[in-house]
């Protein structure tokens, strides 16, 4: 059967620009165990910090979808760090976002493309499938808050 750590979900962000935005993980699934860390972290928490400090962020350009060739290793790496034998038993949420230009609706389909494209590198590089679920934030989930260049890009 499935392990109950296959709720959590770990989170490969997709944006474009030049910063990075923490990964987000449901960490109110399937946490009970809390018994040894000293620190008040209990090994599945601090196994899923982990993950998430190693994942990369997969970088888009404006108003595309399509995993550039640069953005390649990233992709290689978190299906590396994905299938390890300590990450095999979460799923993992891939999330699309996008930068403030265009509709609601336009954002969110980009977003879903973006996604859509990183879980299909990730599946060619070996992943299953159905531990990967993606969703889009559209421009609703901004790494940034600032009407800049700087900041647009890093929305995408």
């Not at 989170?11 to 008040?40: I, R």
């Not at 973006?114 to 679920?133: C, E, P």
Request: hydrophobic content about 35%; some cysteine; aromatic content about 8%.
């Amino acid at each position: 059967g499935k392990l109950a750590l296959t709720s959590l979900a770990v989170a490969v962000l997709v944006l474009t620009g030049c910063s990075q935005k923490s990964p987000e993980v449901d960490m109110n699934k399937g946490t009970s165990d809390t018994k040894g860390a000293s620190d008040g972290m209990s090994d599945l928490q601090k196994l899923i910090a982990s993950l998430e400090a190693n994942s990369k962020t997969i970088y888009f350009d404006f108003d595309k979808y399509n995993v550039k060739k640069d953005q390649q290793p990233n992709i290689d790496a978190n299906a590396a760090l994905f299938n390890s034998a300590e990450a095999k038993s979460f799923s993992i949420k891939v999330e699309g976002n996008c930068d403030e230009f265009g509709t609601d609706e336009y954002n969110y389909a980009l977003g879903l493309k973006r996604a859509k494209s990183v879980k299909d590198g990730l599946v060619a590089k070996g992943m299953v499938a159905d531990r990967i679920t993606v969703v889009s934030y559209g421009e609703s989930n901004p790494a940034s808050t600032e009407h800049n260049k700087e900041a647009w890009a890093k929305n995408r």
